[in-house]
């Protein structure tokens, strides 16, 4: 049972432009949104992390947006760069707990 | 400052072999969680240990079981190997156990049993 449904499975743009990746969640208990950034080879670096306390937060290029009433919450990433390409995961976990639940993953290409 | 590491890079065996992945958290990190992620999906929880003490399971069977050291290392062992253990092993290691866990994953093991 997946806790954390994310789309879309991949995606391609244009230097410059705005890859929006976005995920759901059921449990209500959920109360830690963190982004992770892999690259192939390597295991997932942490990007940006949100509590349902904020409905939005930005780090450089990288801006989360948060709709608890919805359950959903998206990643934007600003002037997207080729560098940026890889693939971006979202995760959620309850602050009493220990584990991430993880999306299933979003093949980004950016293209010069 | 070094992150966390984990060796083997790969790893090749057997169906029905056993197999030992280590790991070494952040500086300071006291807990270490084990992670499988297979090709195309995103990581599965398998474990966390905190203080040297199992704090978390996730829905892997018995065959897995993991182990703290006094200074925080792991180790991940999977018995009676199966095709489907193929994978990325993923430690990842926090300051705390909870809340609001903030994880740092090393490379990981890469795993292919054949």
């Known amino acids: 049972q997946q806790q954390v449904k994310q789309s879309p499975q991949s995606l391609i743009v244009q230097k410059g432009g705005i890859p929006i990746i976005n995920c759901a969640y059921e449990?209500?208990?959920?109360?830690?949104f963190p982004w992770y950034q892999q690259f192939p080879g390597k295991g997932p670096a942490l990007l940006i992390a949100?509590?349902?306390?904020?409905s939005e937060k930005k780090e450089g290029r990288f801006t989360i947006s948060f709709n608890k009433s919805a359950k959903q919450f998206s990643l934007h990433i600003m002037d997207s760069q080729p560098g940026d390409s890889a693939t971006y995961f979202c995760?959620?976990?309850?602050?009493?707990?220990?584990?991430?639940?993880f999306g299933a993953g979003t093949t980004v290409t950016v293209r010069a | 400052d070094a992150g966390v590491t984990q060796s083997p890079t790969h790893l090749i065996k057997t169906r029905g072999q056993h197999v030992t992945l280590r790991c070494s958290p952040i500086?300071?990190?006291?807990?270490v969680s084990w992670y499988q992620q297979v090709l195309g999906q995103g990581p599965q929880f398998i474990f966390q240990?905190?203080?040297?003490?199992?704090?978390g399971r996730g829905n892997f069977p018995d065959r897995f079981s993991a182990r703290q050291f006094p200074n925080y290392s792991s180790e991940l062992n999977v018995n009676a190997l199966l095709l489907g253990d193929s994978a990325l092993y993923l430690c990842?290691?926090?300051?705390?156990?909870?809340?609001?866990?903030?994880?740092?994953f090393g490379p990981g093991t890469r795993l292919t049993v054949l």
């Open positions: 449990n209500t208990a959920f109360d830690y």
């Open positions: 240990y905190y203080e040297k003490e199992e704090r």
């Open positions: 949100i509590r349902p306390d904020v």
């Open positions: 990842a290691s926090s300051q705390r156990a909870y809340p609001y866990n903030e994880q740092f």
């Open positions: 500086s300071g990190h006291k807990s």
């Open positions: 995760a959620a976990s309850r602050s009493n707990d220990y584990k991430l639940s």
